[in-house]
């Protein structure tokens, strides 16, 4: 909203100008074309700190306001995070990795439209000493209640993110409760929570992608393969009064759309390919 002050100036100058009369030799002044907003308005995108730290985001986004003239707001948060600001209609679209906590905000009202849109696969790592001997394990649940028994120190991201629910799962499947003395949360993101872990010599849970992507770790992945691993990233749009639900579509569709789709799975870093393309099925 513009000050009382300069909605008096402005009203001032039309008043001005409808009332004073041109110069009959000057040229008339070609007309100034205001620049055109962009289609459909900005939308904000509440996503994973994964899909953020992976680089894949800020590839994508670029596209798509190239494409579309959208501007997007990223706000990179844990999923358990995002889908609150969904609730609160503080976002427009959510790109989110928690089935279960998803499947209840749709329940609830909150959102509509989800669709798978890549995967990938949650991997511990820890370092190369691997004090908890997890090294060339199989099944994760054997791997957690080693980490238990040796009281190896466990980093946690603490945050409501998906890898923090799956996280929790693990350990309570794995029948599990992990104690203070060895199990430290960051109340951070994955890449900060990865950097903990390598300047403490722990293990933690992450998703492949964000592993790979990061740089100067010492970890190396020690569990993996376990269909129980498994990742699925989706887009959800939001439902709430406050959201911008016509950008909001735009911007959930060109996830799912085929080009879109052959970006995802042509992305790399450090030489891997991060994540399995899933719109198709």
Not at 184 to 204: H, V
Not at 208 to 215: E, S
Not at 240 to 256: E, I, P, Q, V, Y
């Amino acid at each position: 909203m513009k000050p009382f002050g300069s909605t008096v100036v402005a009203i001032g100058l039309v008043l001005l100008t409808g009332c004073s009369s041109p110069d009959p030799g000057e040229a008339p002044k070609p007309a100034v074309e205001k620049p055109t907003p962009p289609a459909g308005g900005p939308v904000v995108l509440a996503t994973t700190t994964s899909t953020q730290d992976s680089g894949l985001l800020d590839e994508l986004i670029a596209v798509f306001e190239k494409r579309s003239g959208i501007v997007v707001k990223t706000v990179a948060v844990g999923t358990g995070h995002a889908l609150e600001l969904g609730r609160r209609g503080e976002a427009d679209v959510l790109l989110v990795h928690a089935p279960e906590a998803e499947q209840k905000f749709i329940e609830e009202g909150h959102g509509t439209n989800r669709r798978a849109v890549m995967h990938n696969d949650f991997v511990i790592v820890g370092p190369e000493s691997d004090p908890a001997g997890l090294k060339g394990q199989t099944e994760v649940l054997t791997a957690l209640q080693k980490v238990a028994e040796t009281k190896a120190t466990w980093i946690s991201r603490g945050d409501r993110s998906g890898t923090h629910q799956k996280a929790l799962a693990l350990w309570s499947a794995a029948a599990v409760a992990p104690n203070v003395d060895w199990y430290i949360e960051s109340g951070q993101g994955m890449g900060a929570t990865l950097r903990i872990a390598s300047e403490r010599r722990a293990y933690t849970l992450a998703d492949r992608g964000t592993f790979l992507a990061a740089k100067n770790l010492n970890l190396v992945i020690h569990v993996e393969g376990d269909p129980e691993l498994f990742n699925q990233y989706s887009v959800i749009q939001v439902t709430h009064d406050k959201a911008n639900r016509a950008s909001g579509r735009k911007l959930a569709d060109f996830f799912c759309d085929p080009d879109t789709q052959q970006m995802i799975g042509a992305f790399t870093a450090g030489g891997f390919k991060l994540f399995v393309p899933d719109a198709k099925k």
